[in-house]
């Protein structure tokens, strides 16, 4: 079994449907084993849900973009992992991320840079996309990777939109093909 960990926050329910896209995309995999790990209001997870973290093979990292980084609640579930960097517990496992904002670009790359430099400090070995954007002409909104992110997940939902009418299926359908991927990967480090 490959392990697979979703430690996410989302404000209003965007965030978390697209960290469901990515599970079920993971889940779809043959021996994945994959947990969805939500952050609380207060930026906190319980023991249990760290003692998930260390012991799974890869971990995907998911926040939603505001003011052109993570959440406060992910930062303090960032800041807090600190005693696991210490005693390097994640260094070797796969790491990846997803983010969400209401624009197209909302500075979602720095909150992706955020989640990457986050993820080198405990020595984990990143995964991105691995799809090519969907950039020509005849590209439409649903398109696979339409948001053309390549170093991890990006998804938009309009700023006016309930979880149910965003983000977009194409951005969720992009968010299954990165979960597979990230399980993937790491079947292939397992040890």
Same mark, same amino acid.
């Given at each position: ?15 978390? !449907? ?13 021996? *994945?084993?994959?947990?969805?790990? +939500?952050?609380?209001?207060? %930026? ?6 760290? *003692?998930?973290? $260390? ?6 990292? %998911? ?12 930062? !303090?579930?960032? $800041? ?12 070797? !496992? ?13 500075? !979602? ?28 002409? *005849? ?26 009418? %965003? ?18 990967? +790491? ?5």
């Amino acid at each position: 079994m490959t392990k697979v960990a979703i430690v996410y926050h989302s404000g209003y329910g965007h965030t978390k !449907k697209q960290a469901e896209a990515v599970q079920a995309g993971a889940a779809g995999v043959a021996g *994945a084993n994959v947990e969805l790990i +939500a952050i609380s209001a207060e %930026g906190t997870i319980t023991d249990e849900q760290w *003692a998930s973290l $260390d012991a799974a093979d890869a971990i995907i990292f %998911g926040s939603p973009t505001y003011m052109g980084t993570v959440s406060w609640q992910f930062k !303090k579930f960032a $800041d807090a992992s600190s005693k696991h960097w210490f005693s390097q517990k994640w260094k070797d !496992k796969v790491g990846a991320a997803f983010t969400n904002s209401a624009t197209m670009n909302g500075d !979602k790359l720095s909150t992706l840079h955020y989640l990457f430099t986050l993820g080198m400090q405990h020595s984990m070995i990143w995964v991105g996309t691995g799809l090519m954007p969907a950039n020509s002409k *005849a590209a439409q909104r649903n398109d696979i990777n339409f948001v053309g992110s390549f170093s991890g997940l990006m998804a938009q939902s309009p700023s006016d939109s309930s979880p149910e009418e %965003g983000p977009l299926p194409g951005d969720l359908e992009t968010a299954k093909l990165f979960g597979a991927r990230v399980v993937e990967t +790491a079947a292939r480090f397992k040890k």
